[in-house]
């Protein structure tokens, strides 16, 4: 599936999460050392959430937004550009687990945004959903990685094509000083076996910062978009899973709404007339 790419929103989107990453190890130095990976999860979430909040409110989301259909949409006129971007906010969301039998994973990612289609003068409005499963692993004191549990092994056997290692590191001994996440997607290897011996050897062939993470699956370049894996797999109700959602809270902008727009020689008069909805 083509969609629209929006990576002045998603450069927002990474730069909260950067900063919660950062505000996240700050804490963990100054008050909360030797902490375990839910710890980690929890207290990152919290601290993503509210930066996400505040830029929201700021309307970097927003604006950022404007910019992607601008780029994608040259021709179409600026007011009605504004008028759809207008109060697009974004949402972290963490779904608290009650088991992770099902999945062999501890927490799902999944960014759900919008996926804007111009037909000729009719923007429709639809949602698209990505999303990654993640095993999150703390190196040990010894400096040796948790494996997998021979559940995980048998369960996450057949989804190494959405399925990455979120990595967490301390690097002293009084384990204060968290580095900045690492991934490492498993989309390029043979079989779980061989996930297993990065873990053992502590050696992964190409870790990923999260900026990158966080843009390649907004842009639909890793993880799924299938519905059936997304529902019962990523973000089901039984785990937990982390949503980043970018939505209106205006329901005229929905999914599944019909946005009429102008090109620049059609529309001499900017004025209210110059948009309007369809359900």
């Not at 004191?141 to 997998?148: A, D, G, L, S």
């Not at 061989?194 to 870790?207: C, H, I």
């Not at 519905?227 to 939505?247: Q, V």
């Amino acid at each position: 599936m083509s969609i629209m790419k929006i990576p002045h929103t998603l450069n927002i989107i990474s730069l909260c999460w950067q900063q919660a990453e950062e505000n996240l190890q700050e804490k963990i130095q100054k008050y909360y050392p030797r902490k375990g990976e839910e710890f980690i999860t929890e207290q990152f979430h919290g601290m993503f959430a509210e930066i996400l909040d505040l830029a929201s409110q700021d309307k970097k989301i927003e604006r950022a937004f404007s910019r992607d259909l601008r780029k994608a949409f040259p021709d179409v006129h600026s007011y009605d550009i504004d008028k759809i971007s207008r109060g697009l906010i974004a949402q972290a969301i963490l779904h608290k687990r009650k088991t992770e039998e099902t999945t062999g994973a501890d927490i799902g990612l999944a960014i759900n945004r919008p996926a804007i289609e111009n037909h000729g003068n009719i923007f429709k409005i639809n949602s698209y959903r990505r999303g990654l499963l993640c095993q999150a692993k703390l190196r040990k004191v010894n400096k040796k990685w948790n494996t997998f549990t021979e559940t995980q092994e048998k369960v996450l056997a057949d989804r190494l094509d959405y399925l990455g290692l979120l990595l967490y590191k301390y690097v002293d001994k009084e384990r204060r000083e968290l580095k900045p996440f690492q991934w490492q997607l498993c989309q390029g290897a043979s079989n779980i076996v061989e996930v297993t011996n990065w873990l053992k050897a502590g050696e992964f062939p190409s870790t990923l910062e999260s900026e990158k993470i966080i843009k390649a699956l907004g842009e639909g370049r890793i993880g799924t978009s299938d519905k059936k894996i997304l529902d019962e797999f990523i973000t089901p109700e039984k785990n937990t899973s982390l949503e980043i959602i970018i939505k209106w809270d205006d329901d005229a902008k929905k999914p599944g709404s019909e946005i009429r727009t102008y090109t620049t020689g059609e529309n001499k008069h900017e004025n209210e007339q110059s948009v309007f909805i369809k359900r």
